[in-house]
């Protein structure tokens, strides 16, 4: 069965830094998502991104944070400058064309901020 | 904003018996839910849907009922097995052409042997 892959599983940065978080896609899906999930908090909505472009955003995703799907397989969230309340689990998804089957999620790439 | 509010943070259940998890929302706009299941470090599993047309919606040994009057849904398993111990997430959606969720805090559901 397709995956969504994600790397790496866990990453530990500094304050400040910039991180790039990588997501592998279902090959034949056409919206992406990057979705983030504080400990103990709701899984949240961060961006959505449909033809090569964003289609919505939620007020997280500030200038900080930027997507790109640079040769039409990796899908990836960049943080700029890291900050502590930025530790969270950040999920990829996609889905081809519908809701039917929900989105596919990614196992998660598990940002630890220090 | 809880737009999804899952108030049930656990729910302990014996094998074999009925596991009932509860779903609240405040967006008028949303026409399709979504339960998802979370085991520890893996991402959502989708697990079932139904529309805003409908009132129930059934997939084996789960069932999801809509209430759009009281803006509640519910998520029946029955029997209960322990594999289905995990964090079930409740998620919304408006419509519109990007297929955006807004999720709730999700409810841990352990199933004793």
Known sequence: EPEVTQTPSHQVTQMGQEVILRCVPISNHLYFYWYRQILGQKVEFLVSFYNNEISEKSEIFDDQFSVERPDGSNFTLKIRSTKLEDSAMYFCAGTRDSLNYGYTFGSGTRLTVV | ?113
């Open chain 2, 1 to 113: 904003d809880q737009q999804v509010k899952q108030n049930s943070p656990s729910l302990s259940v014996q094998e074999g018996r009925i596991s009932i998890l509860n779903c609240d929302y405040t967006n008028s706009m949303f026409d399709y839910f979504l339960w998802y299941k979370k085991y520890p470090a893996e991402g959502p599993t989708f697990l079932i849907s139904i529309s805003s047309i409908k009132d129930k919606n059934e997939d084996g040994r789960f069932t999801v009922f809509l209430n759009k009057s009281a803006k509640h849904l519910s998520l029946h398993i029955v029997p209960s097995q322990p594999g289905d111990s995990a964090v079930y997430f409740c998620a919304g959606n408006s419509g519109g052409s990007n297929y955006k969720l807004t999720f709730g805090k999700g409810t841990l559901l352990t199933v004793n042997p």
